[in-house]
């Protein structure tokens, strides 16, 4: 508000001391003009005979609307000049030494001035009768006149000026509370935001820097409450699959203190009692690489490897587990892709998916692990030609304990989060590409060869 009141007093100012000198100026030299018109006019016609000076003085005076003065100069040196016709009723004393006279004969040319007289200002003109080099005609006028526009324009300027300070202070008021009330809406959603409530959108409908700034807010709102979503969903599923296989433990630990049970039976609670400890180890695992991989702690052994022997190591250890639910394991090589990465976290992933498509498929399907090279990138792909993933899962496999709603689906719902996330710290990625009796997970990595051509110094993690 500040900042216009300034322009606009700024630009009055300019606009005061440009226009109202300038008319002024103009309206006095216009005058000046005028009388110096007349004044050479008047002193072509004074009489021959200076008693008639008088009466032609009045005669003029009255047709001119200015008083007129007919001097005689009756000495050059010094100079003494005397008053023969003045149309002014009364004393001459006032111009009986005048300046513009005494320049005009000394010049022998026209003279102009202004004057200040009893508060009143006057222009007046001296001219040389052509034809009578004795006489000298004055005429004088007052300004009151003229320079009464220029009061006159003075008066509007002022008032234009108040009128503009008081439409400045009003609009400035207007647009400074305007832009307040928004900034403290963004305090207050800033506020909500870092205390954790993400409910109430950040709203500005302004296309300027503050609506730009309230759609960066709002961005961040929406970003922290998916994280805060998250977050909480996380820990309610990290507590369930951590709850489930306790409670089954201590299930098992009574039902093992009874005297009465048999042999058979024990050996039997304590090998699901085993497999419930091997799954509580496996979430504990899996839950610290997640950790490790949030915080970006997880400790990486760069190293070419060989995806060829990756995808024959994960055959090999998935082959009688897949026997055992009918599903056939299978190598597809082409030809000899080498990847750069931890070859132990590239196990990991590989393991992920070779897992996820065991469990995922009905008895019966096959399952290809496929490697290749395609110019800078190795591949490693886990394909089966179970029924596929519906389309409003597929989004949504990598996300962490997400599990579609499905008879065949069981685990924690880590493995694909943790192998996208194993990938991504390798600089890989994971993709999922599922249709109706096809779907295939593959994981991306640089090339090893490739890397090596264009790094002759060595990688570093």
């Known amino acids: 508000m500040l900042a216009l009141l300034v322009v606009v007093v700024g630009a009055l100012a300019v606009a005061y001391a440009i226009v109202v000198p300038r008319l002024e100026a103009r309206l006095v030299d216009a005058k000046l003009d005028q009388l110096e018109r007349d004044s050479r006019l008047v002193a072509a016609n004074v009489p021959l005979d200076l008693a008639e000076a008088q009466t032609f003085a009045e005669e003029v005076s009255n047709e001119r609307g200015a008083r007129v003065v007919i001097y005689q100069v009756v000495a050059r040196g010094p100079l003494l000049l005397l008053i023969r016709g003045d149309s002014r009723v009364g004393s001459s004393l006032d111009v009986e030494r005048n300046a513009v006279v005494r320049r005009a004969v000394a010049t022998r040319r026209s003279q102009h001035g202004t004057l200040m007289k009893k508060n009143q200002r006057f222009a007046e003109v001296a001219s040389p009768a052509a034809n009578r080099q004795a006489v000298v005609v004055l ?11 220029v009061q006159f324009v003075k008066r509007r300027l002022i008032l234009a000026g108040l009128i503009a300070l008081g439409v400045a202070l009003f609009l400035g008021y207007a647009g400074a509370s305007m832009h307040a009330r928004r900034i403290r809406r963004l305090e207050r ?9 993400f409910d109430e959108p950040v709203v500005d409908r302004g296309n300027d820097e503050l609506g730009q700034l309230a759609g960066a807010f709002e961005r961040m709102r929406a970003r922290l409450e998916n994280l805060d979503r998250a977050r909480r969903e996380f820990i309610a599923n990290a507590s369930h699959e951590l709850r489930t296989p306790l409670f089954s433990l201590a299930g098992f630990l009574e039902l093992l203190d009874d005297e009465e049970l048999d042999e ?15 799954r509580l180890t496996t979430l504990a695992a899996d839950l610290l690489d997640l950790s490790r991989l949030d915080a970006g702690r997880l400790r990486l052994e760069w190293e070419p490897v060989e995806l060829r022997s990756v995808a024959q190591v994960l055959a090999d250890e998935f082959r009688v587990l897949a026997g055992s639910g009918g599903h056939q394991v299978d190598v597809v090589a082409d030809g000899e892709p080498v990847a750069l990465g931890d070859e132990l976290r590239v196990l990991q992933a590989g393991r992920a998916l070779v ?3 065991l469990v995922h498929t009905p008895p019966g399907t096959r399952i290809a692990i496929r490697t290749w090279a395609d110019g800078g990138t190795a591949y490693l792909s886990v394909a089966d030609d179970g029924p596929g993933v519906p389309p409003e899962h597929v989004a949504h496999v990598f996300d962490r304990f997400y599990r579609a709603g499905s008879d065949l689906a069981s685990g924690s719902g880590l493995g694909l989060a943790i192998a996208r996330e194993l990938a991504a710290a390798m600089g890989g990625t994971v993709t999922l590409e599922s249709r109706a009796g096809q779907t295939a997970a593959t994981l991306a990595l640089s090339s ?4 090596s051509r264009g790094n002759a110094e060595g990688v570093f993690t």
């Open 264 to 278: 058979p039976t024990r050996r039997e609670f304590v090998k699901t009692m085993r497999e419930q400890v091997e």
């Open 448 to 451: 090893a060869a490739e890397f």
């Open 139 to 149: 005429l004088r006028d007052s300004l009151v006149d003229p320079l009464s526009s």
């Open 355 to 357: 897992d996820n498509a």
């Open 189 to 197: 959603a800033a506020d909500r935001i870092a205390g954790g409530e």
